[in-house]
């Protein structure tokens, strides 16, 4: 006797091919994000120009090059710190840092200025390609170097400190700009630069393109790429403490870039990246409550929330943006059970875009969620609530796809006499089957009230059940 059902699975795996399908837009989104933001990587064409021309090493030893980009974060840090150290070991002519960052956080500013001060090779950092800046914490990260140099068409400057949490008094503030006015002023002393200039930079928030800061000794260099700047730099000798004498002219070039695991945690510190991890991660766990299954909605969802976590330790949080995400998913599945007509839906849709909008309360922009990520991961979220979960409750709701539960409310054929017990046909099928409610005859159409195990218990159609 067969008991295999028809195939209806098509239904119940539509949630999870809808939910893969905006899964996939909240990643693209990401990945566009990624794309828009400077980051760290292989080298550019300067060096592997570099690389190709200065192939034959006449110099003292090779100058290592690496290039570093965004958000100035522990990741970053960690790695620069690791560059140097591994370079001195080695010892290296020079290394070689091609920066490009809107500054970033305080104490991983200070952990890669202290490596510098302490590595005994020339450090070498280049505001490099074109376009490039080093704002904010990387003109402290530049003043420290050994030597500072720029490529045409880039700028610097900009480093008055910023709370993170935005809630400083007049006196707290007051006391962090003129710590950090004396702290790049002794940096810039140190190393025989504009130090009035730099306390400028600090208190009035100044900032200079590159061939002006070329002129008022802000920097040493400014050259286009990077054979250029080591046929400049050779032979310079650098200030104290160090006092050491560069030798870069025909060195061989060795490239260095940041592991995929620094790179990795580099990339999720960005607000874009961290918010849209955490929606991803909310909605996977919403969908595998909604849709039980083999659990993979809920693994990547716990994942991508952990991943959140990781820059949230970061980035700067605020609890009271997280609470109106929160509200936002609250008054999506509302929106399920309620059909409020849209009015709960739209509601989640403002309540998360302002959620986005002041989860990273900063004035600095690169600290902040941009609007085009909050507006469509708003619309996604929307469209997941309306269709995904929509789907995934009806299907929650419906028989059985699979197993005699699912013959519940089906209607067959008795093919021999039930009295009580005898036989059935359902969908080209034959089962076993008991009466309820009176003996059936052959050829009577009856209709399935309940199973027990792999008996069927029928009634006559358009018999009430207990009749």
Not at 163 to 170: F, G
Not at 237 to 259: E, Y
Not at 296 to 309: H, T
Request: aromatic content about 6%; some cysteine.
């Amino acid at each position: 006797m067969a008991h295999r059902l028809p195939p209806r699975a098509a239904r119940h795996a539509a949630p999870a091919i809808l939910f893969t399908i905006l899964a996939a837009c909240l990643a693209g989104l990401a990945a566009l994000a990624l794309l828009l933001m400077p980051s760290a990587g292989p080298l550019g064409a300067g060096a592997a120009q570099a690389a190709a021309s200065e192939s034959l090493a006449t110099g003292s030893g090779e100058v290592w090059v690496t290039k570093v980009g965004g958000i100035v974060d522990p990741a970053l840090a960690g790695y620069l710190v690791n560059a140097m150290k591994n370079a001195a070991d080695a010892k290296a002519a020079a290394l070689v840092i091609e920066l490009d960052t809107p500054g970033g956080l305080d104490t991983s500013m200070r952990q890669i200025i202290q490596a510098e001060l302490a590595c005994p090779i020339p450090i070498v950092f280049y505001v490099y390609p074109q376009g490039a800046r080093a704002a904010s914490a990387g003109l402290y990260i530049l003043m420290a170097s050994d030597v500072a140099a720029m490529a045409p068409q880039t700028n610097l400057g900009a480093a008055t400190p910023v709370s993170l949490s935005d809630s400083m008094d007049d006196t707290m503030k007051a006391k962090v700009i003129n710590d950090a006015a004396a702290y790049i002023k002794g940096l810039a002393i140190s190393h025989g630069r504009n130090a009035t200039w730099a306390e400028q930079a600090v208190r009035e928030a100044v900032s200079l393109p590159a061939d002006e800061a070329l002129q008022q000794k802000v920097v040493e260099f400014v050259a286009p790429d990077l054979p250029s700047l080591l046929r400049a730099v050779d032979g310079h000798v650098t200030t104290t403490p160090k006092s050491l004498a560069l030798h870069t002219a025909g060195a061989a070039i060795k490239q260095v870039s940041m592991g995929w695991i620094s790179s990795f945690l580099h990339t999720i510190a960005n607000p874009d990246i961290a918010y849209i991890l955490m929606i991803i991660g909310v909605l996977g766990l919403i969908f595998e409550l909604a849709r039980p299954g083999i659990g993979a909605a809920g693994v990547s969802g716990i994942i991508a929330l952990i991943l959140a976590f990781y820059s949230f330790q970061v980035l700067p949080v605020n609890w009271a943006g997280i609470a109106l995400i929160v509200l936002a998913m609250i008054m999506f599945v509302a929106e399920i059970k309620i059909q409020s007509h849209g009015a709960l839906g739209i509601g989640g849709a403002v309540a998360l875009i302002f959620g986005g909008l002041i989860l990273f309360p900063s004035n600095t922009p690169f600290l902040r969620v941009g609007w085009v990520v909050l507006i469509v991961v708003a619309l996604i979220a929307l469209a997941f609530f309306t269709f995904v979960i929509r789907k995934a409750a009806r299907a929650t709701r419906s028989p059985h796809a699979t197993g005699t539960e699912s013959m519940v409310g089906a209607s067959g054929v008795v093919t021999s006499p039930l009295s009580p017990q005898g036989q059935v046909r359902l969908h080209g099928e034959t089962w076993r089957a008991r009466s309820e409610g009176g003996d059936l005859l052959k050829d009577q159409e009856v209709e399935v009230v309940r199973t027990e195990g792999l008996t069927l218990i029928v009634q006559a159609t358009g018999q009430k059940e207990g009749e």
